[in-house]
Structure formats: C-alpha cells, structure tokens
C-alpha cells in the first residue's frame, strides 16, 4: 500500500493536471514528481511565453505542494530589490528555513551576463548549501540565452519543462467520445482524458452542440467515478441541461437528470434521488410513450427503496412494474437482471434458497444462451455470495478463483478483479488466515483503487484493514487506517461507507479521549446512516454517543 | 548484504545523482574497460607515472602533471577511483585523492586554492597514515603562511579571523586548521578571496619550494616505511570548471602547476585537448574513451551494450520495464554516454504513471531528451553534425567542433578517432533537413529517426 500522504498527494497532483491544457498536462505531472520525489536540491528549468499561464501555474503547484506538508517561496528578480547574485543567495537562505521550492521569477531581464555568470559561479555553493528546489521561470529566449552562453550550467540543469502556449490556427480535431460502461484507465489516463476534453470543450468558438453534449457527458462521467462530484453536478446542470432544454430534447434531459440522481444518491441523499426519479423522470418517460427508460427508472426506485431497507416496496416494483415490461419486450436481458435484483432481495431477507435458486436457474442459463461472459460472472459472484454466507468457504472459494477472476483478466477489468480478489480476502478472514488476507488488501486490492482514483473502493479496503488490524491486536495501526478511510470518504460524502466507518472511528476517538473530535464523527455518522435510511444502524450509534456523553 | 537494484519508480527517481561519482566497492559500479576500449587505459597512466602494471618494475620521474580527458558524465571519476586502487597498491603510490568539488568552488576555481587544497589533503592523509615526519618538516611551510600571508596588508581580515580560531601548535593539526581556514574561505566567497589569491600569487615560488621540500621529506619517509615510492595526487573536478576557468588553469596558469614537482592526473574537459595551445610540458594525451555502442563503420558493438546495460539495471530493476526491448531503446538513445543514459532513465520515471516503465515513457523521455539538445543547437551546429556524421573520421577541431564536444552534441569514440552526433539529435528537424541537403552520399546511420 502507498501511504495516505503519497496516495492523496497523487490524486492532487492528477487532478490539477487535469486543469491544464492538454500540452502542460505531462510536463506539470512530472515537475511534481520531481519536486516531491527528486533530490532536495534541484535547479529547474522551466520555459513559459505567457504570464498568466505561468501564475496560473504556480498556484497550481503550490497548490498541489501543499498536500505534503511543502510549502513554495517566491523571489521576484528585479534590481532594485536584488541588485547582486549575494543578495539573492542571502535571500534564497532565509527562504531555506522555512520552505523547500523556491520559484524565481523575472529571471529574463535580471540575468544579464554578469549576473548569469555569477549565478554560475555560485551553483555548487548553493547546491551543497541549501536544501531547496529552485524553479528557474524563464521565456524561451532566455532558455536559449543560457543554454548557448553557459553550457556547463546547462549540463547542470535537474529538468527542463515546457509550459509554452500554442496558439492555433486551426482547431483542435474534435475527441471521440468513450463511454464505455466498465472504465479500466488509469488515474494518469483519465486526468489527461479530462485535461484532452476541457480544451477541446472550451474553445473558442466552442464545438455544436451535437459533438460537445455527449463529450460534457463523458466528462461529468470522469468525475463522478474520481469522486468529483461537485464538478460532475456543474456539467450535468449548467453544461447539459440547459442545451437539452433549449433544444427541446426532453428524453436527453430526463437522461441527464437521471445522473444528477445517481450523483444524489452516492452522496447518501436518497430523498432528492428519489424524488428526481418519480417527479421528473416517471412522467416524462410515460409522456414519451418510452416504456424501457420507464422500467429502468423504476429500478433505480427499487435500489434506493431497497438500500433504505424498504424490502417489501422493493420487491413489488420488481416484480409488478419492472418484469412485466421487460417480459413483454421480449428482453431477456434485462428480464435475468432484474431477476438476479429480486434474489439479492430474498438473500437480505434471508431466503437463501430462494436466491440461490433464481441465480442458477433463471439467470445463469440466460447469460450463457447470451454469451455474456460478464453478467455470467456478475451472477456467479453472488452465487458464491450465498456460499460464503452459508459457511461453504471452499466452494465460494473455487468460484471466485476459477470461474470469476479468470474473466475479469481475460476481460482487461481490473477493477472488478480487484473486487473479486477482496471477495477472496474476506474468505481468508473469515478462515482466520488474517496474514493472507491482509496481504491481499494491501498488494492486490489498494494499489488498483489508487491507480484508478477509486476513493470509495478504498475507503472501503481500508476500512476492512483496520478490521483485520484490530483482531491482530494492532490498535494503532488499526487506528490509523480507519482515520484515512474516514478522511476519503468524509471529503467525497459517500454516505454508505462514512456510516460504516464512522461507527468505529468515532468509537475508537471516543475510548482514546478524543471526545469532542469522536462525538462529532459519531453524530456525522448517524446523519449518513439516517439519510441511508439505515435507522438500526443510526440507533446503535445514537446509543454509542450517549455512552460517551 | 547483497545489493539489489531499486524496483520502485519513486525510489529510482530519488536516488539518481548525476554529480556522484561511485566509489569503489559501490555496487553499482560496472567495469566499462571492454565497452570503452580502454584495457590498456591505466596500462599507459601507469607507465606515465613509471610503473609497469604487469611486472611491477616502478622508475617513477621527478615530476609530471598529467591530465585525463573525457567528455562530461563519461565516468572520468568513477574510473579514476578504481584506477586508485591498483596505483596505490603497496610499494608504489601513495595515492591523494582530491575531489575539488567538494572542497572549493569549483565554478570559480583558481591554481592558487587548488595548490591549498593539495597541501590539506595531502597532510590530512598523512595525518590519517599515522606517518611521523622529522620535526622541521613542517616548519618551511608554516614559516610561509606567517610570512608571506599571514602578515600581509591584502589578508589581514583572514589574518583576523585565523588569530582568532586556530591555536598555534607547529604540527599537522595546525597547518591544517589553518588550510582547511584557507579553502573554506575560497569556498564561502568571502570578499577577501581576491586577495588571498593575489598573496599566494605573489609568493607563490616561495610556496613551490617548501612545499616541493615537504613533499620529498614525506616521499623519503614512506619509502624508508616501505609504504611507496611517491606521492601521487588524483584530482577530481577540474573537468567541471566553467570554460574560461579551465583556459586559465590549464593554459594560462600552467607554469605555476609545474613548479610543483609531484606527479599528478586531472581530470580535464575533452574539448580542452584540442584547444591547441596547451603547453608542451603538461602531459595531455589520455583520455577515457566513450562507450561504444557501434563501430566506426556501424556495426553493433556487444560489450558496449552490455556495459550500458549493466550501468542501467543497476540503477533499476528490469521488471520495471514493461517491455524488456525498451531497455535497448535507452542504451541506443544514450550515444553511450552513462551520464545521459542515467538523464534518461530519471525522465522515464517522471513520464512512467504506473508502476513500471512502459514504452510510451520511454518514447516520451527520448523526444524530451532531443528536446533538451535543441535548446542550444543553432542551424549551423546541425549541418556540421550531419557532415561529420557522414564522414565520422576526426577532421577537424574548429571552435563550432569544440564547442559541440563540451555541449556533448558531438560524441567521440575510440580515444578520439572518430566521432558521431548525440543520437537524440539525429531525431530533430534541424538534423534531418541538414541531412536532406548534404550531398548524398554512403550513409552511416544506425538509428531509425523518431518523429
């Protein structure tokens, strides 16, 4: 596992690049790195032909560098203020105390020759000196100025980075867009994908709206997965919907307030989910006469009833609403999935039997006859579900290791392989094999939500790590996972998980004396799982405060 | 403990160190001698210095100041170090290593500093030796400094400083608290550096002769230990001075460094050897060459490959590479130069977003690599490449040729006798369009132009 500092320093560090023009995005990513991770002292080169690109620039990283703990100073050559090399140097070494990037900036009237050969001269003392990463902003003249006139400073140099800005002449060939439903790109991917998407969506004049609308769809979709959410709302209400509306696309519309619910949702407000769902998407899809969407929706009601621990609601629009059309469309499909929805019903309940029963003999023979290699997984994953609640570890096990990861890798999906390999771990702890487990979390699990930016996925491992830790009587530890996990969770809302973390974080801050910090996690906590529905779960909690009061 | 190489990309990335030179027994060091065509390099050092390596015949002369040429980032030091180790062997040199760097400014480095820091290391060393000297031995030098520095009008702020820090005691301790003053004085850029300089300058031949004393009494002494024959001072670092430093030290200054009797290697900038105007009486014909990774006439040559191999997968495990191809691909891009090779292993971790290195890092740090090279190659430089490029034979050493040796535009292979542009360089526009317009004839070219 990365530490928390370097997993959130990575996840700044992608997402601002996402910001930048796609041309600064590999530079700005890999200057960082460098600074974070490159030697303490550092003379870097870095060539920019706008002003305002380079102070947006170094708020970005400053910005960025502020997830470490590393804080940037700023030295503005001029001569009135720096006449000499040494008053820099003086300078630079006050600086030193308290920071670790410094940026120069004017660097391109300051360095005349004399100066640019005193610096020179000064490098080694400085280096050896001081423990500071200097960013060295000049235009591109002035790179060549040096580069030519001083060749020896410039075989010195730690890095060059380019932010120069291209001004086109032609516009940017519009992007494709990839909505593909399972996304396996890495976290480095999506950020330039987002990086690629912004420039092209922002230009002037911008793109018609039939190529920019689905591209602001894969955007807003981009940061939903990274846990961005606020951004994805901006897109979905200010850059989507008021094109549908203008253009009168009501279907498109109801669409995208669909995924304004989806938002609502993981962020534990079922109320307004719900309300979207049956107040604004119902009826447009009856008006349209469009019976899928209609049935679709309807199953969003049933997941949000369902997670609000509303079975039997649940269950009726499963079987009464949502079957029969998809029956008298003649989608097998979606027939066996919403089957595969009443049996994870049953299995809450309870009816194992059941639930086994309608996975194996209406689901599985569906997927098959489809050739649909991923549902037939999906549906045996929870078929080993039953198993492993049933105390058949060996053959949940067998599942998951022949029959579930072999697709997954064959498939390229390594999100979901990763969940499978949690399924895996969870068996190893329930076995009491605690070492295995725990290396599966941390080697197989972790690093794939990191790479991808799948803050709920960790939360969630990191939660299960800390459950582990406490039976392996490492408190502490178990401590400090359960502190990052709730930080995720907390920044992003997901509701499901900040109940389930909160609960023991809250509890633990509470036995260790933290009691204010503790009460107010605790009270959070109780909010998500009010919101969630989960009003069992937000008594004990209740009743945990009141022990602690 | 046995070493194994790094195999995480931010770890690679926090350890590369361009300026380190490995010691020996760093077990990153990988011995180049096949890949340089360099076997008889320290074969014909040794003779230099009057020691036969093969039967330990040993006629050392009175005195000889040698210097050791190489591109920048070649390895100079590094071999240098190893070369230590069998001069220094018992009975023959007691070997002075001194790294200049560490110890001066070396971006502004004169012979006067350079001669205080030979005198410190060269007591600190003895000090080290536990070597007892006559009791006069040091007086000479000590009467100096009180003399002729210590009671000038130019260095009464030194003078101060020096009355006020270092207790007078008349042994190796002292002299050298007083030279360590000396050297951290040039270092630090004290106002009064000039004037230290211009004191030793003026007494300079009184300095020559008690040091050339103090030299032959500790010469003496060693030989009647049985320790060595002579002292022999390795100086690192004045390779890197800055290009108007190394003229006035090498060329200008190059009487003074003589009037020591002693025998010593510089190391020295390649494109200093064909300045021209080097005195006869420095001895300037050694280098280290490059490692080589094609012949004259293009054909691969192996143990290069595996030299530069070895210098890459000691510094990064090999299954951070995603594809083992683009292991070549960076040995190919380096020219052979390990300095580059190591520029370009730094820029694939910047670039590599996942775990390990894959091809499209590796792409991206060669094009960034190329990229750095044009920043100060002019069109001129391009055609001139191109042209030697096509006829690779040494022909000339004009300033635009040198100029492009001490940038490392312009490689040199086989102890000079040919040489070939950088192959990032061969990638730009600039080189391709000169290329274009040279008349066509045989071509040379092992590598394929990137985009």
Redesign the interface.
Known sequence: MISPDLSRFEFARHLTGAELPPEHS?DF??LI??LR???EFQLLIVEFNDWNVREDLIRYIDKVLEQTGMTAGRIELNSAAYPNV?TVEAELVRLAVSHSVVHFIGGESWFNDTRLDNF??????IAQSLALRLLLWLDETT??RF??H???W????G??F?FCVMHRAIPIESPTPQLGPIDTR????RSRRISELHAFLNTEPPPPDEIALPLWGELAGLYFRLGEWDKALHIRTEEQLPVYERLGDVRQKAITLGKIADIMRARGLLDEALRIHTEELLPVFDRLGDVRSKAVTLGNIADIMRARGQLDEALRIRTEEQLPVYEQLGDVRSKAITLGKIADIMQTRGLLDEALRIHTEEQLPVYERLGDVRLKAITLGRIADIRQARGQWDEALRIRTEEQLPVYERLGDVRSRAIILGKIADIMEARGQWGESLRIRTEDEL?VYE?LGDVRSKAMTLFQIAGIKLKQDQPAEAFEHLAEAHRLVEDAHYADVLTLVGEEYGKMLCEQGELEQGLNVLETAQKAALQLGQSERAKRIGELMQSFA | MTYTPPNNILKILHSIEFQEPLAVGDPRYVNTQAARGSQKTLKRLALKFGLMLTDGQFFPPSQKHSLFFGHRGSGKPTELRHYAQELGKPGRFFVVEVDITKQLDCNNLQFAEALMVLARSLLAELKELKLNLPQDALVELENWFAERVLNTEEAKEFTLEVKTTVAAKGDIPYLLELLAKFTSAFKSNVTYKDNLRRVIRNSFTQFAVVFNKLLETVEKRLQEEGLAQRVLFIIDGTDKMRYEDTRRFFVEDAELLLAIDTLVIYTAPLSLKYEGNLTQSLDADLMLPMIKLYDAEGKPHESGWQAMRDILLKRADESIFTNKDDISRLVEHSGGHPRDLLRLLKLCCEFAEDKQIDTESVDQAIRQLASEYRCFLEPEDYKLLAEIDRNPANIGNDERTRKLLYNLALLEYNDGSWRRSHPVIRMLQGYLLAQKSLTPTKTTEPLDPQP
């Open positions: 590999a990513q890999r790195k460098d991770y490159g030697g040494a020179n001269l000064r490098r080694e003392a790179v060549r580069a030519q001083a060749p020896d410039w075989a010195w140099r890095g060059v380019s890495s976290l480095a991917k690093p790479r």
